[in-house]
Nanobody, 127 residues
Framework: QVQLVESGGGLVQSGGSLRLSCAASGFNLDSYAIAWFRQAPGEEREGVACISRSDGTTKYANSVKGRFTISRDNAKNTVVLQMNSLVPEDTAVYFC????????????????????WGQGTQVTVSS
């Protein structure tokens, strides 16, 4: 069965850290561009970080740049989002998404061009 499963969400105080994981089954993540999106209540889904299929290039939304880091663990077929210096505005459901993005030569994007999605994991940052 082809699926993505996120884990690692939870409740953390402002200034704290969380490490989200996106695990794949049924396919190899190293052949896909991967992105993390988040959606807060009443807000549109926002791309926060991605890693390209082709050369591992990473991109970040301005709101998380310098605080979040996306990386691959190919041995575990997972992609990790390390989130540091969290603030209440980071509170949202976080989703990982995967796509080969062949039309853009495997370069990742922070908008929705992804066809495989996980179910999401809740991140809550208290002030």
């Amino acid at each position: 069965q082809v699926q993505l499963v996120e884990s690692g969400g939870g409740l953390v105080q402002s200034g704290g850290s969380l490490r989200l994981s996106c695990a794949a089954s049924g396919f190899n993540l190293d052949s896909y561009a991967i992105a993390w999106f988040r959606q807060a209540p009443g807000e549109e889904r926002e791309g926060v970080a991605c890693i390209s299929r082709s050369d591992g290039t990473t991109k970040y939304a301005n709101s998380v740049k310098g605080r979040f880091t996306i990386s691959r663990d190919n041995a575990k077929n997972t992609v990790v989002l390390q989130m540091n210096s969290l603030v209440p505005e980071d509170t949202a459901v976080y989703f990982c998404a995967a796509d080969k993005l062949t039309v853009v030569f495997g370069e990742c994007v922070l908008y929705n061009m992804y066809d495989r999605w996980g179910q999401g994991t809740q991140v809550t940052v208290s002030s």
